[in-house]
T-cell receptor
Framework: SQELEQSPQSLIVQEGKNLTINCTSS?????LYWYKQKYGEGLIFLMM?????EEKSHEKITAKLDEKKQQSSLHITASQPSHAGIYLC???????????????FGQGTILTVHP | ETGVTQTPRHLVMGMTNKKSLKCEQH?????MYWYKQSAKKPLELMFV???????ENNSVPSRFSPECPNSSHLFLHLHTLQPEDSALYLC????????????????FGPGTRLTVL
């Protein structure tokens, strides 16, 4: 089965600092989702990457997909306390057939931003 | 975010109780999912429904019983649960492309925090 490993598991930064979270897959990636979760709440969709080399940005968050490395990275520029939470990556379980959008998730990265 | 709602938000139950979790999506999607999120574990897919038909059951114990009466509603019926079933239960929905590879985004509800005593 496909596994996603996120690093680091937790991260504490000062407000204004840049940071990067990585998500590495044990198998070929056919797409990659990034979500953010506040503790005890649901997941908020951030962005989806579908093609190798693809890069997307939303406000101060940028995500890239490196198919060759079977890896995606999430970069936050000039972090703010509002960025704090748990970041999860998710990937489709298989590329073809009726996948029904099933996703496998990483274990999450806990981000703390100190003002 | 009101696209996917879940009730109740918190539930405490004894091992002999029977309760149900409810999920409703207002996004016009045709697929719905139940996930379990336990402490220090990745999100685990439990059940998948596409067009109200169960298409996936990830070896979930029979004490969890899903029901999907229509494409907008999903229930998870609980009975004789164990303390290790305490977790955050998340519902999600997406637009499945029926037989074609789907990478459509799943949208999640706020979850139900379940505690089994």
């Amino acid at each position: 089965s496909q596994e996603l490993e996120q690093s680091p598991q937790s991260l504490i930064v000062q407000e204004g600092k840049n940071l990067t979270i990585n998500c590495t897959s044990s198998k070929t990636l056919y797409g990659l989702y990034w979500y953010k979760q506040k503790y005890g709440e649901g997941l908020i969709f951030l962005m989806m990457l579908q093609k190798g080399g693809e890069e997307k940005s939303h406000e101060k968050i940028t995500a890239k997909l490196d198919e060759k490395k079977q890896q995606s990275s999430l970069h936050i520029t000039a972090s703010q306390p509002s960025h704090a939470g748990i970041y999860l990556c998710g990937a489709p379980l298989r590329a073809g057939g009726t996948s029904y959008g099933k996703l496998t998730f990483g274990q999450g990265t806990i981000l703390t931003v100190h003002p | 975010e009101t696209g996917v709602t879940q009730t109740p938000r918190h539930l405490v139950m004894g091992m002999t109780n029977k309760k149900s979790l409810k999920c409703e999506q207002h996004l016009g999607h045709n697929a719905m999912y139940w996930y379990k999120q336990s402490a220090k574990k990745p999100l685990e897919l439990m059940f998948v429904y596409s067009l109200e038909e169960r298409v996936e059951n990830n070896s979930v114990p029979s004490r969890f019983s899903p029901e999907c009466p229509n494409s907008s509603h999903l229930f998870l019926h609980l009975h004789t649960l164990q303390p290790e079933d305490s977790a955050l239960y998340l519902c999600a929905s997406s637009q499945d492309r029926l037989g074609r590879p789907s990478t459509d985004t799943q949208y999640f509800g706020p979850g139900t925090r379940l505690t089994v005593l």
